[in-house]
């Protein structure tokens, strides 16, 4: 079944960004929504990671100011079970295997690199706060591409 899932090229991954991006063209996904150096706001940070951020608040401080230190891609991916097959892609958060992007741009738990839905539902949510329900005051964007 074809899906939609959100990912987000982090601070600390931008200089690999066309990298990262080829993995998920060469793994069959295509893009359909592309937002380019986003910078995010708290707010941006604590809407996106609101069920995380209940079940471990004391992430909350460092994955906030880790967020916000620099610019962010987001990316609209969409191919057959695209939710799972991203989180197959991007691998797990620790001992990520060689092939996938965590194994291949090795980063610490904290500084995971990029983020992708962890469910269709998610996903849904995600992208629409994203992309569809953002603010300027929430997002300050640089420049949007929907390709």
Not at 20 to 29: S, V
Not at 32 to 52: L, N, S
Not at 88 to 96: D, M
Request: hydrophobic share 40%.
């Amino acid at each position: 079944m074809q899906e939609q899932t959100l990912v987000l090229i982090k601070p600390d991954a931008i200089q690999h960004k066309q990298r990262i991006l080829a993995y998920f063209r060469q793994a069959g996904f295509r893009m359909i929504g592309f937002r380019k150096h986003t910078v995010v706001t708290t707010e941006m940070v604590e809407r996106h990671y609101q069920r995380k951020f209940a079940e471990c608040p004391e992430h909350r401080e460092s994955v906030i100011t880790y967020l916000t230190s620099g610019k962010v891609v987001a990316c609209i991916f969409e191919r057959e079970n695209a939710v799972a097959e991203a989180r197959k892609l991007v691998g797990p958060l620790e001992n990520a295997p060689r092939g996938t992007i965590r194994g291949d741009f090795p980063s610490d738990k904290l500084h995971s690199l990029v983020h992708a839905s962890d469910s269709v539902e998610a996903a849904y949510e995600e992208i629409a706060l994203w992309f569809l329900h953002s603010a300027p005051e929430t997002i300050q964007e640089r420049s949007v591409a929907y390709v």
